[in-house]
T-cell receptor, first 114, second 113 residues
Framework: NAGVTQTPKFQVLKTGQSMTLQCAQD?????MSWYRQDPGMGLRLIHY???????DQGEVPNGYNVSRSTTEDFPLRLLSAAPSQTSVYFC?????????????FGPGTRLTVT | AQTVTQSQPEMSVQEAETVTLSCTYD???????LFWYKQPPSRQMILVIR??????QNATENRFSVNFQKAAKSFSLKISDSQLGDTAMYFC??????????FGAGTILRVKS
């Protein structure tokens, strides 16, 4: 299994540009999430999904869009990049239910918006 | 909403010694899960240990153990026999519905030789 994969690993954007961060998992996990990591703030939830076709907002959703058309993929779209979106982005996945299912994280994408 | 607080931005410890990282949280739920994650310079998030709130026994994984005080809403991580490879950022996290995680701000741990 490849686990959780994210592309690209690094990206530089200009203000106003749009782009999509890709996330895929091959573990048949129902739950997938996107987090951003900023210095001194830990990881914060942007959007999450509990299954194909179902998404919801997390703590910091503004400026981001998601969709989940398949179990495997959960792309994150930046509609019009802003310097405040400079961050490291992590995708995570896990099985659903109420057990202590471990979240598996991707390697992260470092995004810089100039 | 749940909150997680890590009050130690940075800590250091000598190799082979023991160190304790602090974490407090706030929740109105009675049954929940808590985690400690390690993030080395590679940036990869690695699960260190988990605790189920309904279990009174503190979780242990090799050199890592927790002191879980449910009434005080405290969840500290003890690392025994510290090794250079333990140098990393450590995050405390609370699991919400939908397996969403609420993270603390993190503690940078440096192990010195």
């Amino acid at each position: 299994n490849a686990g959780v994969t994210q592309t690209p690993k690094f990206q530089v954007l200009k203000t106003g540009q749009s782009m999509t961060l890709q996330c895929a998992q091959d573990m048949n996990h129902e739950y997938m999430s996107w987090y951003r990591q900023d210095p001194g703030m830990g990881l914060r939830l942007i959007h999450y999904s509990v299954g194909a076709g179902i998404t919801d907002q997390g703590e910091v959703p503004n400026g981001y869009n998601v969709s989940r058309s398949t179990t495997e993929d959960f792309p994150l779209r930046l509609l019009s990049a802003a310097p405040s979106q400079t961050s490291v982005y992590f995708c995570a996945s896990s099985f659903g239910g109420t057990g202590t299912y471990e979240q598996y994280f991707g390697p992260g994408t470092r995004l810089t918006v100039t | 909403a749940q909150t997680v607080t890590q009050s130690q931005p940075e800590m250091s410890v000598q190799e082979a010694e023991t160190v304790t990282l602090s974490c407090t949280y706030d929740t109105s739920e009675n049954n929940y899960y808590l985690f400690w994650y390690k993030q080395p310079p590679s940036r990869q998030m690695i699960l260190v240990i988990r605790q189920e709130a309904y279990k009174q026994q503190n979780a242990t994984e090799n050199r890592f153990s927790v002191n879980f005080q449910k009434a005080a809403k405290s969840f500290s991580l003890k690392i025994s026999d510290s090794q250079l490879g333990d140098t990393a950022m450590y995050f405390c996290a609370f699991r919400e519905y939908g397996n969403k995680l609420v993270f603390g701000a993190g503690t940078i741990l440096r192990v010195k030789s």
